[in-house]
Nanobody
Framework: QVRLVESGGGLVQAGGSLRLSCVAS????????MAWYRQGPGNRRDLVAR???????TYEYFAEGRFTISRDNDRGTVTLQMNGLEPEDTAVYYC????????WGQGTQVTVSS
């Protein structure tokens, strides 16, 4: 059974930083696309960043230059380093893994105060 567990969310002031981590179990992540999504209040779930099996990365415009996604295949983890956080970044952040199927974590809350 594949399981994704996120950690690292919390409350931070504007301009601060948070580091989100996601640990995958029950699957070899080396061939998977791994990503972070977010869903703010009343909004749809949007892609934040994705790291591909070859370690190339894709960022949405709002994450470019502020957020960094990385992966560790040996540990089965994907990490999102978020700097320069803004109140608009407040959302539940979800870990996503795309291999033969799509898997989601339970989400971790990020709240940025002004």
């Amino acid at each position: 059974q594949v399981r994704l567990v996120e950690s690292g969310g919390g409350l931070v002031q504007a301009g601060g930083s948070l580091r989100l981590s996601c640990v995958a179990s029950g699957i070899d992540v080396s061939g998977a696309h791994m990503a972070w999504y977010r869903q703010g209040p009343g909004n749809r779930r949007d892609l934040v960043a994705r790291v591909h099996p070859d370690n190339s990365t894709t960022y949405e415009y709002f994450a470019e230059g502020r957020f960094t996604i990385s992966r560790d295949n040996d540990r089965g983890t994907v990490t999102l380093q978020m700097n320069g956080l803004e109140p608009e970044d407040t959302a539940v952040y979800y870990c996503n893994l795309w291999a033969q199927d799509i898997y989601w974590g339970q989400g971790t809350q990020v709240t940025v105060s002004s």
